[in-house]
């Protein structure tokens, strides 16, 4: 079965704090792809980063980075000088061929809280 | 930047009401979504089309039906409200190839009294 765990249902820190949200999935696909999608009070979820399985390399853009490795089957999400700004809940997702190449199946998602 | 567009952030309605969620989105995408969010289970796909008049049962479909007359539109209808219907209700849309990411909209919080 494909799956993902986000196993931090909430997380509080002070703004300029370094926060990483975890994510670990599980999947028996070789090929597979992997998201992070951004949720504001507001309610849009917002698109911010995606990975396929053949490509490891990890990824910094601004404060944010994210490191996958295959080995632990994570693909985490961290936050450099965290911001109020970046209150939000935030999902990982997971999109396989084997499941049907158009279903997402999404963590329980974390919600973060940065305090000023 | 992809536009998906739902038409109401906040709807009230009766049970057994025949209720219609509209979502638009305005780049040309093959393939749309309907999902549900409740506090503790995630979001759950109820709906989704890869084509005009094509749709597919998710994982969560009963109680609820999809029409996608144009390919810009994809509408979600609750045939007889019922009170378990109350939730945020989330459209998405993208373009075909396994890399590409589902873009959403703002979200309808619908409740169902």
């Known amino acids: 079965a494909q799956k993902v765990t986000q196993a931090q249902t909430e997380i509080s820190v002070v703004e300029k704090e370094d926060v990483t949200l975890d994510c670990v999935y599980e999947t028996r696909d070789t090929t597979y792809y992997l998201f992070w999608y951004k949720q504001p009070p507001s309610g849009e979820l917002v698109f911010l980063i995606r990975r396929n399985s053949f490509d490891e390399q990890n990824e910094i853009s601004g404060r944010y980075s994210w490191n996958f490795q295959k080995s632990t089957s994570s693909f985490n999400f961290t936050i450099t000088a965290s911001q109020v700004v970046d209150s939000a809940v935030y999902f990982c997702a997971l999109r396989t061929i084997i499941q049907g190449a158009q279903k997402l199946v999404f963590g329980q998602g974390t919600r973060l809280t940065i305090n000023p | 930047d992809v536009k998906v567009t739902q038409s109401s952030r906040y709807l009230v309605k009766r049970t057994g009401e025949k209720v219609f969620l509209e979502c638009v989105q305005d780049m040309d995408h093959e393939n749309m979504f309907w999902y549900r969010q409740d506090p503790g289970l995630g979001l759950r796909l109820i709906y989704f089309?890869?084509?005009?008049?094509?749709?597919e049962k998710g994982d969560i479909p009963e109680g609820y039906s999809v029409s996608r007359e144009k390919k810009e539109r994809f509408s979600l209808i609750l045939e007889s409200a019922s009170t378990n219907q109350t939730s945020m209700y989330l459209c998405?849309?993208?373009?075909?190839?396994?890399?590409?990411?589902?873009?959403f909209g703002d979200g309808t919080r619908l409740s169902i009294l």
């Open positions: 998405a849309s993208r373009q075909t190839g396994l890399f590409q990411p589902q873009h």
């Open positions: 089309s890869y084509d005009v008049k094509m749709k």
